[in-house]
Nanobody, 122 residues
C-alpha cells in the first residue's frame, strides 16, 4: 500500500496561511494523481484538491477554490497545499492520498496516514 507522511499543520488565526507537505514513504509519487482530503470533527472526510501526475491539471473543492493551491515537486517526491485566507471552517485533520483521477476528488483505496491537524482560531 502507498503510504504518505503529512506535515505543516498548526494553529493559525483566521485570514492566515499555512503550507502543508505530503511526502511519499518508500515509493515514488510520479505517475499518480495525488490529492488532499480533510476531516473535521463530526463530519465526513471530504476532498479538498487533486493534482495530475505532471502537475499541469488541478481540481479544487468549492469551499477552498480561490484560497488553496495544490502543487507538486516530483524531483522531491512531495505534494504541497498552500492554504491562504484560512477560515475557522477549514479546521480539520488534513490527509493526502492518491486520487482516482485528478478531476474527481475521490481517494483511490487509500491507506490513511496520521494526517496533520490544522486549527484556525483566534
Amino acid at each position: 500500500q502507498l503510504r504518505f507522511v503529512e506535515s505543516g499543520g498548526g494553529l493559525v488565526q483566521p485570514g492566515g496561511s499555512l503550507r502543508l507537505s505530503c511526502a511519499a514513504s518508500r515509493f515514488t509519487l510520479e505517475g499518480y494523481s495525488i490529492g488532499w482530503f480533510r476531516q473535521a470533527p463530526g463530519k465526513e472526510r471530504e476532498g479538498v484538491s487533486c493534482i495530475s501526475p505532471s502537475g499541469t491539471s488541478t481540481r479544487y473543492g468549492d469551499s477552498v477554490k480561490g484560497r488553496f493551491t495544490i502543487s507538486r515537486d516530483n524531483a522531491k517526491n512531495t505534494v504541497y497545499l498552500q492554504m491562504n485566507s484560512l477560515k475557522p471552517d477549514d479546521t480539520a485533520v488534513y490527509y493526502c492520498a492518491r486520487c482516482v483521477n485528478w478531476w474527481s476528488l475521490v481517494p483511490n483505496f487509500p491507506s490513511w496516514g496520521q494526517g496533520t491537524q490544522v486549527t484556525v482560531s483566534s
